[in-house]
Nanobody
């Protein structure tokens, strides 16, 4: 069964950091473009950051540029999202998704462009 599993979420104070991990099970991530997405209560799922299969191309939402960094270690079948200077508005369930569409398409229209979704990990930024 093909699946991706997210981990690393939790409660953090504003200004703090978290690192999320996305691990693939049942398939090799190195053939896929991967994205991190988030969904806050009452809002649509949005693209946070996406990375190409090679790691050479990345996309970031304007709201996280300069604070979040996406990376991948294909040898470990894992994609990471390092989140620094977290803000309360970053609070959401964060999802990992894999697909073959371009990283631009994945981050712009995740519901249409992502083929495999994880179940998500909750990030809460609060004092």
């Amino acid at each position: 069964q093909l699946q991706v599993v997210e981990s690393g979420g939790g409660l953090v104070q504003p200004g703090g950091s978290l690192r999320l991990s996305c691990v693939a099970s049942g398939f090799a991530l190195d053939g896929y473009n991967i994205g991190w997405f988030r969904q806050a209560p009452g809002k649509e799922r949005e693209g946070v950051s996406c990375i190409s299969s090679s790691g050479r191309s990345t996309v970031y939402a304007d709201s996280v540029k300069g604070r979040f960094t996406i990376s991948r270690d294909n040898a470990k079948n894992t994609v990471y999202l390092q989140m620094n200077r977290l803000k309360p508005e970053d609070t959401a369930v964060y999802y990992c998704g894999a697909g073959f569409r371009t990283v631009q398409a994945m981050c712009r229209t995740p519901i249409e462009a992502v083929g495999y979704w994880g179940k998500g990990t909750l990030v809460t930024v609060s004092s």
